[in-house]
């Protein structure tokens, strides 16, 4: 998995250079980019972090850089800087699901806080899906039949209902029951409720 990094894309080298001090100061892991198409050009799915964007840049802007992220499916939490004739741009850019924008000049101390909130929120985000990917893998190791005895304990059957709504007996009820607890990873029903309760997509 790839290190978390602050991806800040501007063109102007001194403010490139400033932040990436500033970032390492607050033991921020950091990355410079020099054009939004450099950034776009190595950019990766499975990057974790965010991304400090200015919004104006000689060739392709920030915000058509955010809108090409949008396009490719990017989870990185992006940040924008913009001067004051740029506010209505990145207010636009929030309901389009940006993070934050600061305007400049940015406070070096709410900046960093900004992004170290980001940083924090993709953590969460990876942590959820991580953690979707692995009950998604759990239900795909579950037989036809134990699916079945699942779908009726989460309906708050007790075993001689499910035994007589499948035709089975109350003992493989019982063994279909603990096997399905054993590769859910759970101990209870209650368990197995929470865990199959959390946000997926």
Known sequence: MSQALAHIVDDDEAIRDALTWLFRTRQVACRAWESAEAFLEAWQPDWRGCIVLDIRMREMSGLECFEA???????????????????????????????????????????????????AADARRQASEASQATVATRISQLTPREHEVMRLVLAGKFNKVIADELNISMRTVEVHRSRVFEKMGVRSAVELAQLLAQPRD
Do not use: C, W, Y
């Not at 207010?91 to 170290?116: H, S, T």
């Open 69 to 119: 992220l949008r396009e490719q499916g990017n989870s990185l939490p992006v940040i924008f800087l913009t001067g004051h004739g740029d506010v209505p741009m990145a207010v636009g850019a929030l309901k389009k699901g940006a993070f934050d924008f600061l305007e400049k000049p940015v406070d070096d101390n709410a900046l960093v806080d900004r992004v170290i909130r980001a940083l």
